[in-house]
């Protein structure tokens, strides 16, 4: 069993930085990274770090967000830069541990034009 506790949302202009924090309660033993949710829109990858530290991202992100990750304090970050209106949405941290996925309640991000 997993829980995952976020922070690091809010509202920033077009062209500012948010960072989102995860923290898991225990050593997660696959995959973290972070999802996002737009209203009315299906929840979409924005990126994942293995535990060896290879990344993956979607395309609308690549060369804006960053992900990292420390196993030894069970958390993975997200810094967002060059943020865009269309980043705004819900961030969802998520984790694979031992085959099984867990997520975050969710953070608010919010980009005004």
């Known amino acids: 069993q997993v829980q995952l506790v976020e922070s690091g949302g809010g509202l920033v202009q077009a062209g500012g930085s948010l960072r989102l924090s995860c923290v898991g309660s225990r050593r997660i033993s696959s995959a973290m990274g972070w999802f996002r949710q737009a209203p009315g829109k299906q929840r979409e990858l924005v990126a994942i770090?293995?535990?060896?530290?290879?990344?993956n991202y979607a395309a609308s992100v690549k060369g804006r967000f960053t992900i990292s990750r420390d196993n030894a304090k069970n958390m993975v970050v997200l810094q967002m830069n060059s943020l865009k209106p269309e980043d705004t949405a819900v961030y969802y941290c998520y984790a694979n541990h031992y085959g099984a996925e867990y997520w975050g309640q969710g953070t608010q991000v919010t980009v005004s034009s």
């Open positions: 770090v293995t535990t060896g530290g290879s990344t």
